[in-house]
C-alpha cells in the first residue's frame, strides 16, 4: 500500500518526498486466468503483477480515481514500481482505464518482465509508464 513514510534529515523527521530513497516491500500478485483482467489496488500495491495465461491477453489498469481513493498520502507527482510479469505463453498488453493513461512500451512478451512506473499526474489521474 503506498505510504508516505517517516525519514530523518540533519536529525529532524519529515514526510518522504520523491529523492528521499526507494522503499519497498513486494509480494507478487498472482493471477492464472486465462482470460483480460484489470489490474486494481490490490495488484498495484502489491508491486508484482504476475499473469499466468496461454493466449495474448489484454489488462485494463484500474480508475485512476480509485486507485487516487486508495492512496490517499500520494500527492501529485508521486509514484510507484510495478513490475509486470508474463512467465506463460501468452503475451500481455496493458490498456488505460478511466482516469488512466498508459505510455511508453505497454506489451510485456511472453516468458518476460516489464517495469511500469505508476504516477498520479493530476487530481484525477494516472500515468502507467512502460519502460
Known sequence: MYTRPMVFTGGMPKLAMSGDGWLS???PYRVNTDSNQIIGVAGLASGVWSRGM????TDTTADGATIIAAFPNMG???GMWLLVSCPAAGTLTLAAGANSTVTGTLTVPAGGNR???V???SATNIDWSGV
Not at 496461454?54 to 491477453?57: E, G, K, L, S
Request: charged share 25%; proline share 6%; aromatic share 18%.
Open 25 to 27: 516491500m513486494a509480494k
Open 119 to 121: 504516477s498520479r499526474t
Open 76 to 78: 501529485i507527482g508521486d
Open 115 to 117: 517495469w511500469f512506473f
Open 54 to 57: 496461454a493466449n495474448p491477453r
